[in-house]
Each structure stands twice: as C-alpha cells, then as structure tokens.
C-alpha cells in the first residue's frame, strides 16, 4: 500500500483530481488572482511591442515572440525555483495548477448565457458576452 501511495504517477493523478476539483467548486475574484497581474503585462506588453502595421509579417512574428519570452522566462525561472526549493514540491504544484485553471468565471458566465438564450433574450445574451 505505501509503495502505491508514493508512485510518482499517482500522486500526480490525484494532484490533478484535486486541482480540477478546486477548480470546479471554488472560484477566485479575478481582482487578486495571479493570472490577472499576467493578462495585464500581456496587454501593455503588446502595446508597446506590435510594431505599425505596414512592418512586414516576419517583423510581427519576431517581436511576438520575444515579447512572450520577455514576459513568461522570468515567471517560469521564479516559479521553478520555489518548487525547487519547497519540501513539499507536490504541494506547489497543486497551488499553480489550480491557479492556471482558471476556467469558473467562464463556465459561470457560460452558464449564465446559455440560461438567457434558453428563455429568448437575445440582446441580453449579448450584453452578457460583451465584457
């Protein structure tokens, strides 16, 4: 039973099981969670990196990518480091799995949207889809 429960895939399957768990019962306000700081620096990072429009297409495939570079590298090498560190790795990971599922706002407005299409009220649909 103890080598069961210490096999690398199982606990990751049930590191899995519980972060799709989370997702699904627990939602974060989009104020204070760590994908909203990184959806915002994509934003002004795009900005500032999309070159004019008349630049030829490898210019725009070049400065996209390295403004993905810029921005991910430092987040994953941080990242990295404090599950490297951590004494309980397994733990971290549950922590950033479950941050980077970050799918209960959408089934919520989903949800929401596809309660409103079903009484007829189509201009409210939109409405809801907008933001």
Known sequence: ???LLTDSVLVSLLVLLLAVFLDAVWRWPLSVHPLTLLRYLAENMARR???DGQAPA???TISGS???IVLVS???CVM???????HYPVFFEAVILVASLNFGHTRYRFNKVLSVVG???KFLARETVAP
């Open 49 to 51: 990196v999309r070159p």
């Open 119 to 121: 009484q007829n009220k």
């Open 80 to 86: 990295a480091l404090l599950v490297y560190l951590a």
């Open 58 to 60: 490898m210019q725009h």
């Open 1 to 3: 039973m103890e080598a």
């Open 74 to 76: 430092p987040l994953v």
């Open 66 to 68: 390295l403004g993905v």
